[in-house]
């Protein structure tokens, strides 16, 4: 089974400081991970993938198998980050996408 | 290009009643997936098709839900009958070919109320 975890529901920090959203997962298979983002009014959308390795909107994220962490980070928060983010696991292949519970973003300017 | 569509947004039943949701995806893309979203969870995926072949359907409640693909193009879901915890956003998805590497590209939802 594959399971994802969010531990927090709500995040709060001021524009400027550093942010980082949590993200573990359950999974006994070589995991793809993934953060979803959903601005206010917008659709969910692909924020970034570990396999690209890539940085989205100064946004970073590091798979830790070690840990079974992919956490979510950027060193200055933006008041235009304010959204629901959202982690997600699949295995390779036609498997199907995991998400988390979700944690909201609130940058206070 | 065009993103996917659904229809309708909103949706107010009561319960016992039957409802049906449409999703048009991306031209060309031959994935399409319907996922349920209860107030304060993730989505959960419900259906998932390959062209217009079942992929997954493990957690879809199939004695009220059920979904089909024609043509491989546009997708309905239905359920018959609503039940109140059948209340969520019923999200459509669509990715060019092979999951998850393809991005899933998903459309605005329909909220769903049964009363």
């Known amino acids: 089974a594959q399971r994802v975890t969010q531990p927090e529901k709500l995040l709060s920090v001021f524009k400027g400081a550093p942010v980082e959203l949590k993200c573990n997962y359950s999974y006994s298979g070589s995991p793809e991970l993934f953060w979803y983002v959903q601005y206010s009014r917008q659709r969910l959308q692909l924020l970034l993938r570990?396999?690209s390795r890539e940085s989205i909107k100064g946004f970073t994220a590091d798979l830790n198998k070690g840990e079974t962490s992919f956490h979510l980070k950027k060193p200055f928060a933006q008041e235009e980050d304010s959204a629901m983010y959202y982690c997600?696991?699949?295995?390779?292949?036609?498997?199907?996408?995991?998400f988390g519970i979700g944690t909201k973003l609130q940058v206070i300017p | 290009e065009a993103g996917v569509a659904q229809s309708p947004r909103y949706k107010i039943i009561e319960k016992r009643q039957s409802v049906a949701f449409w999703c048009n995806p991306i031209s060309g893309h031959a994935t399409l997936y319907w996922y349920q979203q209860i107030l304060g969870q993730g989505p959960k995926l419900l259906i998932q098709f390959q062209n217009n072949g079942v992929v997954d359907d493990s957690q879809l409640p199939k004695d009220r839900f059920s979904a089909e693909r024609l043509k491989g193009v546009d997708s309905t879901l239905k359920i018959q009958p609503a039940k109140l915890e059948d209340s969520a956003v019923y999200l459509c998805?669509?990715?060019?070919?092979?999951?998850?590497?393809?991005?899933?590209?998903f459309g605005p939802g329909t909220r769903l109320t049964v009363l």
């Open positions: 570990h396999i």
């Open positions: 998805a669509s990715s060019l070919d092979r999951p998850p590497t393809d991005t899933q590209y």
């Open positions: 997600a696991l699949s295995g390779a292949g036609y498997q199907k996408v995991t």
